[in-house]
């Protein structure tokens, strides 16, 4: 019934309640945020990193040039990457790296938001890097079995990308290839929990369709 006993307790509550959130990766500003936290009635998610695992791998590939291997189309790719920060050129770098494939001097390598990129690949010629769709409209023909290839790795939630060179014959596809990146083993659990509590769930990307639906 003291005033005083309710003064202690709210604090020495808050404390051991976000210590303990804390401790399973959950942070709280402050003890508004947590009496928030009890009248919630959904949770918006991001998906990579958060659902995913957030580190892609490249799972497929579809050779289009016939004088081409796997690895030779692994090595090309990982070098045009080399120097960005997308998630998807860890995935070619890294399995470059584990094939032990030495990479090849770019010159002129530019991004091209939301498309992909083009450089001079020593040895190679002028190159272009990452949505089939940008691809296409730069004069490069997908041939009908990397095009169906394309819609099957993509109606599985992989996001494909293409390696064209553009040299006096004009531009020609030279690969394509699929790189995924799989659930978080915890999260169906995680979302089963939220849901048996009555929350409405939703997720929040900016990656295709396609992969969102899939998850």
């Not at 860890?90 to 390598?109: D, N, S």
């Not at 992909?116 to 997908?142: D, F, I, M």
């Not at 995680?190 to 929350?199: I, N």
Request: aromatic residues 2%; glycine residues 12%; negative net charge.
């Amino acid at each position: 019934a003291c005033p005083c006993a309710l003064g202690l307790a709210t604090p020495a509550a808050i404390t051991v309640g976000t210590g303990r959130a804390a401790k399973a990766g959950i942070l709280f500003r402050g003890g508004d945020v947590v009496e928030a936290a009890a009248g919630l009635k959904g949770v918006m998610f991001d998906k990579t990193g958060t659902l995913s695992v957030g580190r892609p791998s490249l799972t497929a590939i579809s050779v289009a040039e016939p004088t081409l291997g796997q690895n030779v189309l692994v090595q090309w790719a990982a070098s045009l990457e080399a120097d960005t920060r997308h998630p998807l050129a860890h995935a070619l770098l890294q399995r470059a790296q584990e094939l032990e494939l030495p990479l090849l001097p770019v010159h002129g390598c530019r991004t091209v938001a939301g498309a992909g990129l083009e450089g001079e690949l020593e040895g190679v010629g002028a190159c272009r890097l990452g949505r089939p769709r940008w691809l296409e409209s730069n004069g490069v023909v997908l041939p009908p079995l990397q095009h169906a290839w394309l819609q099957e790795q993509e109606s599985s939630g992989a996001t494909v990308v293409g390696l064209a060179v553009h040299d006096q014959a004009g531009a020609r596809l030279l690969g394509l290839l699929a790189i995924n990146d799989q659930l978080r083993p915890d999260a169906a659990v995680a979302l089963q929990q939220l849901q048996a509590m009555g929350l409405h769930l939703a997720v929040m990307s900016g990656d295709r369709e396609g992969a969102v639906q899939r998850l």
